[in-house]
């Protein structure tokens, strides 16, 4: 609205009252900031996978298409949501730039007066066609023809070896935690998240990752005040995760393949999903912000199959209704 439409506010002679007017702006702070709203996925994105998301269930993908009827085609949103994933972005962004300078990190770089001209696996350095600065470009990855994702950075150890690192932004409180009470970090989807990143990166460039580091930054502090966790990256390591994702891949496929008819949510994915026993769920799945909707049912042969019988046949109907309301519209034409 431009400043000669807005509403002229009514002449007041009373003086202000500052503690109203602090009151009212927070009921209007609470009122945005509580306000859910949602985005469009792009189309592509329904068709593939980001480590970012990992660990991957194929049967909790399946649960979830199959109760909406559909692929997932929105995302929710709200203020705080955005909040963090701006914060998370504009600290990686910064972190990379400035321990990118010390070439100790291996990554892409693209000279900042010409996009065109780029240096790919490599420590920093100054544009080797016009002597231009350069900035960070992470490194892509890609799996099958499913998976795509980006790493943060490879650090390069005194020795020559490499050490894959993975950025998080967190808060004080669980870095405090951690230097002076109990082991927070790493978190259990941070590790096996980077435990995926360690493999891709050798399926991709060949690069012998000798391990990981988790680097979680406090949001307010930085670099003043952070955790740095980690563990090597094995050859039993590598062998895991080619069969964790070789298997992701086809489960996802099932996944695009039964949302196409919703007869019936294949058996695959029960006979081989992720979770062997509610333990392992626990020590290394869980997530408290994105807890699983199976999670009560899923070690209970009987419940789990009551369960997803019941969620076949609601997509069954969910899929008729649509494919009547589209022969009503074409109908009315």
Sequence with gaps: MSPANRKKPSKVTAKPN?????????????????????????????????????????????????????????????????????VGTTTHEVIQEWLGRGCKILSNWVCKENPKHTVE???????????????????????????????????????GRYWLIDYKTTGSYPIYLHKNKETVFPYATNKFQIQAYCFFIKENYGIDISGWLLVYVSRDKSFRDYICVGDVFTKADYEEQLKIHTRSVEHFRQVIASSKTFDYIPGVLIDEKL???KSYYEENIKDKYNPCPLANVCFSPKRLDAELTAVEESAKLLTRRSKNTKKSKLGDK
Aim: glycine share 4%.
């Design 18 to 86: 500052l503690p109203d007017i602090i009151s009212e702006f927070k009921d209007y702070v609470t009122s945005c900031t509580t306000a859910a709203d949602s985005e469009t996925i792009e189309d592509f994105r329904k068709y593939e996978m980001y480590p970012s998301s990992f660990p991957y269930c194929g049967l909790r993908h399946a649960y979830e298409t199959f109760k909406e009827g559909k692929l997932k085609d929105t995302r929710d949103v709200d203020f705080f949501s955005t909040f963090y994933t701006s």
């Design 121 to 159: 696996l490599s420590t920093y350095q100054d544009c080797p066609k016009c002597g231009s600065q350069m900035a960070h470009e992470e490194i892509r990855i890609k799996f099958g023809d499913t998976i795509r994702g980006r790493i943060d950075d490879i650090f390069i150890d005194s020795d």
């Design 275 to 277: 979770c062997r026993c």
